[in-house]
């Protein structure tokens, strides 16, 4: 069968995270972060994994840098580390931490790579946190006045911008389910940080467009597939529901420049405080939507289902089983998925940020991992992917998730999501038989069905 071949000047990348990746918690002048706090505290997460040193990027950028350019990767998708950077969340900048990012664009740009650069992948100052965090009004001035010291600086070479990287994980398993950082069990403060993050973005694309800033700007959903797991009509309801609290609760403000209706009757006392004005801001156009993909999921009613008495099971598509993070591997998700955010946003420009899995690898004597799962999973979702521009999907661009094995948030270091491989007790990198695939796709612009 022929080729498959994705539209000229497609974008093809990695992704990382700084928190997962950097390690160097407490160096160069780095200020404490919600994960340094949250995964210092025993039984947080698995095994007590951290990510004191996680891969070890901070002291091996050059050679990473080095290594995506033999893999012929096109872009690099990275973030920031606020308390890095801003060592109590605002005030006294910490210019080494920032030096590292300047050094990582300029390396990137000396290899011919695009740097894309994320402002919040979760690593929040502790400094603020004690000041309430994103439940607090005053963090959305806290988040402006970062992204304006980060654009001043790295704006002049970098082009690509995300504000929030999945705000419903930052608000929902922090601040309401207690399973990332900062660890709170509270539906009220959760609904007000997603406020104040759609707020902050909204404001931070503002700053953007008048401070001159070239480039494109956007934000970053999770948006997985939700399938009501029978015709009854308490799991339609209960599919709705969860729907609106992961698709709408974003889709609706950033779009149209109001909450869902239906799910705010749901939630009741929990909703946020919105002052006027605020929606209009949420609302500022924004350059290109970035959507993270990973499984799909089944929802049936359960009144033991917390706020929104819904339960998820994993959706795998005939023929797919699981990953090892227990996701179901459904990629017809994506196509839908994709299919969905055309509806909802008038065909604005989509990248894929992020779509991956994570299976048990296994390496052979030379630390060599023949991963042909995941050189399935990639393949099935880029040919999903290709369905959805057939249908007419405005998108441009795909970024694996990741680059390289490393810290799995609450899951620790046992989930390996890398292209490489990362031994851990010598931070040595191998390329897996995935990461040799898909610098052929990219060389290729496309895929052997
Ligand atoms: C995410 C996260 C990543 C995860 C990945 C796999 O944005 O969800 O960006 O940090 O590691 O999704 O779970």
């Known amino acids: ?38 995964t210092h505290r025993v039984y947080n997460i698995l095994e007590g994994d951290t990510g004191d040193v ?33 060592p109590q969340g605002r005030g006294a900048v910490n210019e080494k931490g920032l030096d590292f990012y300047d050094q990582l664009v300029d390396n990137l740009l000396a290899a011919n790579i695009l740097p894309k650069v994320t ?47 999945e705000p419903w994980v930052i608000a929902f398993l922090g601040y309401a389910l207690g399973i990332h950082a900062p ?18 973005h909204g404001k931070t694309v503002q700053l953007f467009r008048q401070g001159g800033y070239q480039g494109e700007i956007g934000i970053v959903l999770n ?24 698709a709408s609760l974003f889709l609706d403000p950033l779009f149209n420049g109001h909450y869902p209706g239906m799910l705010f ?50 959706l795998s598509a005939p023929g797919w089983g699981q990953t090892e993070m227990g996701w179901g591997v459904n990629p017809a998700g994506l196509t839908a998925t994709l299919l969905d955010v055309k509806e909802r946003c008038g065909n604005l420009k989509v990248y894929i940020t992020e779509n991956g899995c994570a299976f048990r690898d296994t390496p ?32 441009q661009g795909y970024y694996a998730w990741s680059l390289m094995d490393n810290f799995e948030w609450a899951k620790g270091y046992g989930p390996r999501f890398g292209l490489v491989r990362v031994d851990y007790d010598t931070g040595r990198r191998i390329p897996k038989q995935s990461a040799r695939w898909y610098s052929e796709v990219i060389s290729q612009n496309g895929i052997n069905p």
Not at 186 to 193: E, F, I, T, V
Not at 364 to 392: K, P, Q
């Open 54 to 86: 996680a891969c070890d990027h901070y002291h091996r950028m050059s050679q990473d840098v080095a290594l995506m350019k033999t893999l012929g990767l096109p872009s690099y998708s990275f973030s920031v580390s606020w308390p890095r950077v801003l």
């Open 265 to 314: 009757d749901w939630i009741g006392g929990h909703q946020p405080r919105v002052q006027a004005g605020d929606l209009d801001l949420i609302k500022l156009p924004i350059d290109f939507l970035g959507v993270n993909y990973y499984r799909t999921e089944a929802i049936s009613h359960a009144t033991s289902g917390s706020l929104l008495k819904a339960e998820a099971a994993p």
């Open 119 to 165: 402002l919040n992948h979760w690593d929040y100052p502790q400094a603020l946190q004690d000041a309430g965090g994103w439940p607090n009004r005053d963090s959305v001035d806290w988040f402006v006045e970062y992204a304006r010291m980060v654009f001043d600086r790295l704006a002049d070479r970098v082009t690509l911008w995300v504000t929030h990287n």
């Open 183 to 200: 660890g709170l069990c509270d539906y009220s403060q959760a609904y007000q940080a997603i406020h104040h993050l759609l707020l902050s």
């Open 1 to 38: 069968m022929s080729t498959r071949h994705f539209p000229d000047g497609f974008l093809w990348g990695a992704a990382t995270s700084a928190y997962q990746i950097e390690g160097a918690w407490n160096e160069d002048g780095k200020g404490e972060g919600i994960w340094d706090r949250f």
């Open 223 to 246: 948006l997985e597939g939700a399938l009501p797991a029978s015709q009854r009509e308490a799991d339609q309801a209960a599919r709705q529901r969860v729907y609106e609290e992961t």
């Open 364 to 395: 052979d004597e030379r630390g060599f991992v023949a991963d042909w799962g995941r050189v399935n999973f990639l393949r099935a979702h880029l040919l999903a992917a290709l369905d959805a521009i057939d249908a007419g999907v405005n998108l």
